[in-house]
């Protein structure tokens, strides 16, 4: 994060999504100082448009990087579990609200700004859960939520004259007519989503992330980040990541680490494909030979060909590749059975370890 020199009022949760930028706007109405705080994970955070978004809606904001905290809190597992798909939205919002009341003092701020609506979702924003973050998160005295601030007890901010009341929002339920009528209130030309876009909402990318939870031995953010590309196929636990077109490739080589395998065929067009060996388990050559007999099965003209062809298996570090050649026959259908997972599977054993650990 950059230096901080100014002094700001308040920082605010701002996933970018309307709600957190109408609660920016409500707060700077009353001519407070606000920063921004964009949240980023593998999960979800969108860096590139913050300053974008400075220009567009006339705000301050930095981009901070949480992945760290985040894959630990998801490895650990949520303490108030995950929603309808893996989304831990109650110990997510505690997460951020404590790592921006950690970075408070830093902007010079007083309190804290999250643009929640009472009752607009249904697992993190009911009555009872706003209250269950806000105490856990422990920021009872600092936090403030300006559209929903009238369905709520006044807030220390409130009582001490450094908010004006009557000059906060009373929203609630799933409604989103009032937000929009306050967007174009403020002039907005680009409308965003409700939320900020959570990969972990999604069922496609449950059934990508509940493997690597499964089976990696020390889930790391650099396994969320392969996890995000191409597509996913796992035998036990072995796992490769296929590129599905030319952006997938290049995405690949960039998050690739210096102990995975690349695989890729020689003489033929044909995607990227990663295997990621864990520390504790090096694949053995049998391993490897099936993984490429399969990897090649991806090269339309490798497999029309016929013939065993050729196909280079990369690993290393840039000063210290070693590459070596095995020739195979491209077959999809391998000894060691490479599928993607489904998420109705996935789904199934989420629940199956709540129930265990409920016990
Ligand atoms: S939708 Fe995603 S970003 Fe939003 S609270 Fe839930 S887990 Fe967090």
């Not at 908010?163 to 929009?180: I, N, P, S, T, Y």
């Not at 990663?274 to 339309?300: K, L, M, T």
Request: aromatic share 8%; glycine share 8%; hydrophobic share 40%.
């Amino acid at each position: 994060m950059e230096k901080v020199t100014k002094q700001y009022d308040a920082v605010a949760l701002l996933s970018g999504g309307l709600d957190s930028l109408l609660a920016v706007k409500v707060i700077q109405d009353q001519g407070l100082r606000v920063k921004g705080l964009h949240f980023v994970t593998p999960f979800f955070g969108k860096p590139h448009l913050v300053r974008h978004w400075e220009k567009l809606y006339g705000m301050e904001i930095d981009a901070i990087d949480v992945s760290e905290e985040y894959v630990r809190m998801m490895v650990e597992r949520p303490v108030h579990g995950f929603g309808k798909t893996l989304n831990p939205c109650v110990d997510c919002k505690i997460l951020m609200l404590r790592k921006a009341h950690e970075l408070m003092e830093s902007y010079g701020a007083k309190f804290i700004i999250s643009g929640e609506v009472i009752g607009q979702r249904p697992m993190s924003q009911r009555r009872d859960t706003l209250n269950v973050i806000k105490r856990d998160a422990d920021v009872q005295a600092v936090l403030l939520r300006p559209l929903c601030a009238l369905c709520q007890d006044p807030t220390p901010m409130e009582e001490s004259g450094l908010v004006q009341r009557d000059k906060l929002l009373g929203l609630f339920g799933r409604g989103r007519k009032e937000q929009l009528r306050l967007a174009d209130h403020y002039g907005f030309t680009e409308i965003p989503s409700p939320g900020g876009g959570c990969k972990l909402t999604e069922r496609e990318n449950g059934r990508r992330y509940w493997p690597v939870l499964k089976y990696s031995p020390n889930p790391s953010v650099a396994d969320f980040k392969l996890a995000n590309i191409g597509r996913q196929y796992w035998s036990g636990t072995h796992w490769m990541s296929v590129g599905r077109n030319q952006m997938d490739n290049d995405s690949l080589l960039k998050v690739k680490l210096d102990t995975d395998l690349v695989f890729k065929v020689v003489d033929y067009p044909g995607p990227i494909s990663i295997g990621r060996q864990f520390e504790s388990a090096p694949w053995s050559e049998e391993v490897i030979a099936d993984a490429a007999a399969w990897a090649a099965s991806y090269s339309p003209k490798a497999k029309k060909a016929g013939v065993p062809v050729k196909v280079s298996v990369v690993t290393g570090s840039k000063e210290n590749v070693e590459e070596r050649i095995i020739t195979v026959t491209p077959l999809r259908e391998t000894p060691m059975g490479w599928a993607e997972w489904c998420w109705p599977d996935a789904k199934e054993e989420i629940r199956e370890e709540a129930r265990a650990r409920a016990k």
